[in-house]
């Protein structure tokens, strides 16, 4: 009788326990798991003055707790998706170790460490979390994904002796037995097939829930508090611009553009696309764009419509394994259709409007900090804590992003030079 009783309250018990999991906040052991966006990767690189300010190391300091990263030197490591891939060079002019603070320099502040927290990857796929490991040799010439890999992962595993472990991102973090857990994983997946224009790229939804689920589920059975992040949508950065949107950047009216280079009036200029316009308005051209430089209304509507099944999938597993939910998909869809005000400046999410590097698609640092400061939030109203928020104001002198003058609209005077 008395095990008959037990066993009716154990589903009450099992909820407990999974409730109580979520009633305090243990912010010891903080690590994010994430691709280029969580990395602090901008103007086509990952390098130490964004990683810094990164919203991740943003919210570890307003947490107070440590958040070793794998500080790049400039100019950087990773390629731009979108953009012309670039040799593998490592270590590059100007950089020494590449990766700062190694080998473990004395009395170095802040004090070097072996393992870091900040395991985000540029290039990383959802899928690659799971199944990408560092590989010998460290730098590969022919290989840049699995060079940038191999020195954050990888590093300094591969130059110790052999039989050391190789771990891919999930391992990493599962081995670091993290007290809260932050997975910003799925936007390499969607950026990859929006920047080549190709719907055929974009992850199965089925295939990508389950994947994702082997990844929230491996961080909580460990008894970490996780934060998930949707997904965000590519149509809503500054690497697609509209033709009336162009106009602002190159002069030529909406209706020019459309009817000079054969384009729908729906249609989106890549950024590439953008800079060739912008060029050949410049010298009074009208050659034909190279290819890449349009993205037509139907694909960008197929992406978005991936872009909303998968973030649907993420909602389902967050709701299924206890997890918090941000989301990131909206933050970008705001920031499209309003801007963002910070003191009495409005950011912009055009080309150079302040709220995106010049890659167009990852964000400058005062973004970075308003997303720190949702996520924040969100932590301060589900444990009911108090962490102060980052104040985005401090950061608009030091932003690379945040440009006043637009490059590319240089519209030529009566006499043949430059009008500014």
Same mark, same amino acid.
């Given at each position: ?21 979520q ?47 794998? $500080? ?9 998706p ?11 002019r ?22 870091i ?31 940038v890999?191999?020195m ?34 799925g ?16 992850p ?5 829930q ?32 509209? $033709? ?50 349009v ?51 409005? $950011? ?47 950061? $608009? ?20 030079g430059?009008?500014?």
């Amino acid at each position: 009788m008395r095990n008959r009783l037990l066993l009716s309250f154990l589903p009450l018990l099992l909820c407990s326990k999974a409730v109580g999991q979520q009633s305090k906040l243990d912010t010891t052991t903080f690590v994010v798991l994430g691709e280029g966006l969580a990395a602090g990767m901008a103007d086509f690189s990952l390098k130490d003055i964004y990683q810094q300010q990164s919203f991740p190391a943003l919210i570890a300091k307003q947490i107070k707790t440590d958040f070793p990263q794998p $500080l790049i030197e400039p100019p950087g490591i990773g390629s731009a998706p979108g953009f012309p891939a670039m040799e593998v060079t490592v270590p590059a002019r100007g950089q020494s170790t590449v990766r700062e603070w190694f080998p473990p320099t004395p009395g170095a502040t802040p004090a070097p460490s072996l393992f870091i927290f900040n395991i985000s990857v540029p290039g990383l796929k959802l899928a690659d979390s799971i199944g990408l490991r560092p590989v010998s040799p460290l730098i590969q010439k022919n290989n840049p994904q699995q060079t940038v890999i191999n020195m954050i992962l990888g590093y300094p595993a591969l130059l110790l002796q052999k039989g050391t472990a190789l771990w891919s991102q999930l391992e990493y973090a599962q081995n670091l037995k993290p007290s809260l857990a932050l997975v910003e994983l799925g936007y390499f997946d969607v950026l990859d097939a929006a920047t080549k224009g190709d719907p055929t790229l974009l992850p199965d939804v089925a295939t990508f829930q389950t994947n994702y689920t082997q990844i929230v589920t491996a961080l909580t059975s460990n008894f970490a508090n996780v934060i998930v992040t949707t997904i965000p949508n590519p149509m809503d950065t500054a690497y697609f611009t509209t $033709l009336p949107a162009a106009t602002r950047l190159v002069g030529a009216p909406a209706a020019t553009i459309a009817q000079q280079y054969n384009l729908q009036s729906s249609d989106l200029l890549t950024l590439p696309g953008l800079m060739a316009l912008g060029g050949n308005t410049f010298v009074q051209s009208t050659s034909p764009l190279p290819a890449g430089s349009v993205l037509s209304s139907a694909t960008a509507a197929q992406i978005t419509a991936r872009v909303a099944a998968l973030n649907s999938a993420i909602s389902t597993v967050a709701q299924q394994k206890g997890a918090m939910l941000y989301d990131l998909n909206a933050f970008f869809a705001r920031a499209k259709a309003q801007g963002v005000t910070v003191g009495t400046r409005t $950011l912009t999410a055009d080309f150079q409007g302040g709220c995106y590097s010049l890659d167009g698609y990852y964000p400058g640092t005062v973004v970075h900090a308003l997303i720190a400061n949702d996520i924040l939030s969100l932590l301060n109203k589900t444990f009911s804590t108090s962490f102060a928020t980052v104040d985005p104001t401090a950061l $608009l002198t030091s932003d690379p992003a945040v440009r006043i003058t637009p490059l590319l609209r240089r519209p030529r005077n009566n006499t043949g030079g430059d009008s500014r």
